[in-house]
């Protein structure tokens, strides 16, 4: 004799019907908005063709480059002349001791969508790549030549990460956070390349930014801020604040 099914049973296969239902609709939410989230914290675009070289000519304002007849296009488009990067820059007349020699969009079209960039920094001895950030890129360094003391430092609390780094060692700066370079030899140079996960990363010299902007912050602002008279404020917002351009 089959036994009756009780109202009960009825209820709970309702429940696991419609909560397997819910969670399917859950994940499929979670999911949708991971991916709308990756899209938002993007920078630098993926490609949508094989490549897109940069029309330096073109009108048509767009967020980076419009692209270049596909047919005009040629292989030199994908070329750059190792002596633009490959050989060492002078530093001596650079106040901070430093030389940054790019290789982006802007010197080399058929960067344009790629998402990445070059750049040599040159150091004379005791030179300095001051703290600096970039707002689009994280950065991949390979010494080239001499022994360096760099790091970054984090968003708050600031917590320092520093290396003594020699030819050959690679080290990596998040994208944007503040991060610096000195070459520790009194006497030789030394050099780098950088890796930038952008056609176009950016700088923001921190120094540059706070007592050289045009036009200048308020001195109230900057006593307040760093707690010092605004007399020495005066003073080093009327120096002459050199960029590192890359």
């Given at each position: 004799m089959a036994k009756a099914s009780h109202?009960?049973?009825k209820h709970r296969s309702w429940l696991l019907e419609n909560t397997m239902a819910s969670s399917s609709s859950l994940f499929l939410l979670a999911a949708l908005l991971a991916l709308a989230s990756w899209q938002a914290v993007a920078y630098d675009p993926s490609p949508l063709q094989d490549f897109c070289v940069a029309d330096m000519k073109s009108p048509v304002?767009?967020?980076?480059?419009?692209?270049?007849?596909p047919m005009a296009v040629t292989s030199d488009d994908f070329f750059n002349d190792a002596r633009i990067i490959g050989q060492p820059r002078n530093t001596m007349g650079s106040k901070v001791g430093s030389n940054v020699t790019n290789i982006n969009v802007m010197n080399f079209p058929g960067l344009n969508t790629?998402?990445?960039s070059l750049a040599r920094i040159d150091y004379a001895p005791l030179g300095v790549n001051p703290p600096h950030i970039h707002p689009r890129a994280t950065e991949l360094l390979t010494v080239l030549e001499g022994?360096?003391?760099?790091g970054f430092v984090t968003s708050n609390p600031n917590r320092l990460f520093s290396k003594v780094v020699k030819k050959g060692d690679v080290f990596?700066?998040?994208k944007a956070m503040i991060h610096f370079q000195m070459n520790l030899a009194h006497?030789?140079?030394?050099?780098a390349l950088s890796s930038l996960s952008s056609q176009n990363p950016g700088?923001?010299?921190?120094?540059?930014?706070?007592?050289?902007s045009k036009p200048p912050i308020s001195d109230d602002v900057l006593a307040k801020a760093f707690q010092v008279e605004k007399k020495l404020i005066d003073w080093l917002q009327s120096q002459f604040w050199?960029?590192?351009h890359y």
């Open positions: 109202p009960n049973d304002l767009v967020n980076g480059f419009a692209c270049k007849d790629l998402g990445i022994t360096l003391y760099l990596v700066f998040p006497d030789k140079p030394a050099a700088v923001i010299t921190i120094a540059n930014a706070v007592f050289g050199e960029n590192n």
